[in-house]
């Protein structure tokens, strides 16, 4: 079987990537999801990147974030950026899968 992680807000922007802005995507998932979804997925986005064993000389690192009033929109950037960076070098993701998927309906491509 092909690498999967299980873990719907990684689902959620694996499809809406590129389909939506970048700042309506981070604004949603931020708005969404709790700090506790947001930070398991940075942790397990940056895991299943570094089990890539990427070349790259220049590949942002999962800096933990200091608890704060804006700590939710930098985790959402932190994972937004990596999709970008790995965007640019045409890197293959595993399949990030959900669970149980409850989107942020208003956040649908065919809604925004």
């Not at 995507?25 to 299943?48: K, Q």
């Amino acid at each position: 079987m092909a690498n999967v992680v299980i873990c719907e807000l990684l689902c959620y922007l694996q499809n809406y990537f590129g389909k939506v802005p970048r700042s309506l995507l981070c604004t949603n998932v931020a708005g969404f999801y709790d700090d506790t979804e947001i930070v398991d997925a940075n942790n397990a986005f940056f895991i299943a990147v570094s089990n890539m064993k990427l070349a790259f000389d220049d590949l942002p690192r999962n800096k933990p974030m200091k608890a704060g009033e804006n700590k939710r929109k930098l985790d959402v950037d932190a994972i937004v950026s990596m999709f970008e960076y790995l965007d640019y070098w045409n890197v293959s993701l595993p399949a990030f899968v959900a669970k149980n998927f409850k989107t942020p309906t208003e956040c649908l491509p065919n809604r925004c």
